[in-house]
């Protein structure tokens, strides 16, 4: 472990790796391999509500009993924006990925509802960990989630701990830079991002996307990964996020 120069802290991190999808698991595959055998424990995000056949389910136990935490990641990921806020937070944040926004209460509750049954139904670990495509949780409360069976929720800020019922604040990287814009501005952010839990000891939330390594961050990806000092898993990330409460 090493510590950076003017910094209390090492650097730890919370890897989760979004959009698992029948589609993307040669992809996820490949960075799991990155990940391994340094973080044994990433979180990854199933989306459930797609075409998944038998080998699709197979790959995620497989994942499952090497030791990976499968995550609720909503029901398609996808939704057209209706209300003015979701059309504003599409142009400038998530498109069409924030599932939950522009939904109601009763729909977004069913939709996660839905996951969670869908894990149970194919024999998977059902998840206690949930994180709304684009991090964006919509007209629900995250305390609702508890009564699903989630213990901790993932929003664009930081973590929701259902269990002592606090929000924790959290550094958040990405990579998913498809514009110069975003490769510009993503820089800039994972920068301020990487300082400010080197100065807090919170956990960095290091957020990855099937198609990191082909998009204008990807030097960056390996980069990051090389700086952590000490890879967590969510329980205990909520843990660290605990103790300096």
Not at 181 to 199: E, I, S, T
Not at 206 to 218: A, I, K, N, T, V
Not at 224 to 232: C, G, Y
Request: proline letters at 7%.
């Amino acid at each position: 472990m090493t510590t950076h120069p003017l910094c209390a802290h090492p650097l730890y991190a919370h890897p989760t790796i979004h959009d698992v999808r029948p589609d993307t698991l040669d992809r996820i595959e490949t960075l799991l391999g990155l990940l391994e055998p340094e973080a044994p424990r990433v979180s990854l995000l199933v989306v459930p509500g797609l075409d998944w056949g038998p080998e699709g389910i197979e790959r995620l136990k497989s994942w499952a009993t090497r030791g990976h935490e499968l995550a609720g990641h909503g029901w398609v990921h996808r939704r057209t924006p209706r209300t003015l806020y979701h059309r504003l937070h599409g142009t400038v944040v998530s498109r069409d990925q924030a599932e939950h926004l522009s939904a109601s209460r009763t729909e977004v509750m069913d939709l996660v509802a839905r996951g969670r049954t869908w894990f149970e139904t194919h024999g998977l670990p059902v998840p206690t960990f949930y994180v709304p495509p684009a991090w964006a949780l919509g007209a629900v409360s995250p305390r609702a989630l508890a009564d699903l069976g989630y213990r901790a929720v993932e929003v664009q800020w930081g973590y929701h701990d259902l269990e002592t019922r606090r929000f924790h604040a959290t550094p958040l990287i990405g990579f998913e830079a498809d514009t110069r814009w975003r490769d510009v501005a993503l820089g800039a952010f994972n920068a301020l991002q990487v300082k400010l839990a080197r100065r807090t000891g919170r956990p960095l939330r290091l957020g990855l996307h099937p198609f990191d390594l082909e998009l204008r961050r990807s030097q960056e990806v390996r980069r990051r990964l090389d700086e952590v000092d000490v890879w967590l898993d969510t329980t205990e990330a909520l843990g660290r996020l605990r103790r300096l409460a």
